[in-house]
T-cell receptor, first 116, second 117 residues
Framework: EAGVVQSPRYKIIEKKQPVAFWCNPI?????LYWYRQNLGQGPELLIR????????DSQLPKDRFSAERLKGVDSTLKIQPAELGDSAVYLC??????????????FGPGTRLTVL | AQKITQTQPGMFVQEKEAVTLDCTYD???????LFWYKQPSSGEMIFLIY??????QNATEGRYSLNFQKARKSANLVISASQLGDSAMYFC??????????????FGKGITLSVRP
């Protein structure tokens, strides 16, 4: 079974440029997450989708970040315009709703963004 | 206050020996879950082990076991018989409100483990 797929793996842009990341979750997983991981830190949640609906976007900087999950499958995270402080690894994860409440999350390899 | 605290500096262990990675947490929710993830240099977060707050026994998964001390709010990861491939960053994480709709994972800062041959 294929895992969570993300692209690109690496992206280098100049500040003020736009950038987009793509995520394809594990087939059948209705919940999708975007995390940002700064250097030397653990991941921090940006947004969580249940199917097509963004149910938790409280940590998403809405002035420059946007996300969408059309048809409840693939998702795109966009930054426009990018700032130097956006340099980080952007991780996508997915999970299946489980009655036990464990909801193990499976992570993709991440996109490493460098803003110059 | 931080919800997940991992304060150990980089850890070193000899191949085939056991190592303990520390994690303390802070929550007032009676229903929560604790997770450990491994992140090798490739970047992917790999789920290792889970402990629920109501679980009576410590969780074990192969060479991984979780030393869960609820009163002390600690959930240390024990890796037995270390292998060179265990060299990675290790993150402790917690999810509160297991019975509700919230599925947000809060991560610690991680611990670097290096296994020496």
């Amino acid at each position: 079974e294929a895992g969570v797929v993300q692209s690109p793996r690496y992206k280098i842009i100049e500040k003020k440029q736009p950038v987009a990341f793509w995520c394809n979750p594990i087939s059948g997983h209705n919940t999708l997450y975007w995390y940002r991981q700064n250097l030397g830190q653990g991941p921090e949640l940006l947004i969580r989708y249940e199917n097509e609906e963004a149910v938790d976007d409280s940590q998403l900087p809405k002035d420059r970040f946007s996300a969408e999950r059309l048809k409840g499958v693939d998702s795109t995270l966009k930054i426009q315009p990018a700032e130097l402080g956006d340099s980080a690894v952007y991780l996508c994860a997915s999970s299946l709703v489980a009655l036990a409440g464990v909801r193990e999350q499976f992570f993709g390899p991440g996109t490493r963004l460098t803003v110059l | 206050a931080q919800k997940i605290t991992q304060t150990q500096p980089g850890m070193f262990v000899q191949e085939k020996e056991a190592v303990t990675l520390d994690c303390t947490y802070d929550t007032s929710d009676p229903s929560y879950g604790l997770f450990w993830y491994k992140q090798p240099s490739s970047g992917e977060m790999i789920f290792l082990i889970y402990q629920g707050s109501y679980d009576q026994q410590n969780a074990t998964e192969g060479r991984y076991s979780l030393n869960f001390q609820k009163a002390r709010k600690s959930a240390n990861l024990v890796i037995s018989a270390s292998q060179l491939g265990d060299s990675a960053m290790y993150f402790c994480a917690m999810r509160e409100d297991l019975t509700g709709a919230n599925s947000k994972l809060t991560f610690g800062k991680g611990i670097t483990l290096s296994v020496r041959p």
